[in-house]
């Protein structure tokens, strides 16, 4: 099953050092039987897009946390044995938790398919949504427009032989 797990560039960074991405168990996010109902599409390439979606999110909730970390989302796409991943089905209908699952199982960095990285000139539209999120929680629109800007802007692919690339940017 292919899951695409949340993180930063200090937490990527972390996980090149040890080359673990997860010990589990850990949030990711799948193309679940929520989110196929949710995006309404049987294209598998279009509902990753969309699990990848919901994990770029998830990247972002985590820069609101890290005041200190570059403000590009990151994503790492990777590979879990099936049964390794299971969705908790008192939250598989929320909106906040389409496409979630946990891993429970420790994942090596090595086991990774590729890593989705926000460009640089991301950052100031990635900062302003980290911002804008809790508001944006809160029901304000205007906030959630701010946090809907980051959209704007496509992860970009890197193999994950680029990971010490990626994590140098730091």
Do not use: C
Not at 82 to 89: E, F, I, K, L, W
């Amino acid at each position: 099953m292919r899951v695409y797990v949340p993180v930063t560039l200090p937490a990527l960074a972390e996980a090149y050092k040890t080359g673990e991405l997860g010990t589990g168990p850990f949030v990711a996010y799948a193309v679940t039987p929520a989110l196929r109902e949710w995006y309404l599409s049987e294209d598998i390439e279009e509902l990753e897009y969309a699990a990848l979606g919901r994990a770029a999110l998830a990247s972002l909730r985590l820069l609101a946390a890290d005041p200190d970390a570059v403000r590009r989302r990151v994503v790492v796409a990777v590979d879990v044995p099936d049964g390794a991943a299971s969705v908790d089905p008192d939250r598989a209908l929320e909106p906040d938790a389409l496409g979630e699952v946990t891993v429970r199982v420790a994942v090596p960095l090595a086991k990774a398919a590729s890593v989705h990285v926000d460009a640089e000139d991301a950052e100031p539209d990635v900062a302003a949504a980290a911002d804008a999120l809790e508001a944006a929680d809160g029901g304000d629109d205007d906030a959630q427009f701010v946090v809907d800007g980051a959209d704007d802007h496509e992860l970009l692919w890197y193999a994950t032989q680029e990971i010490p690339n990626l994590v140098g940017l730091r």
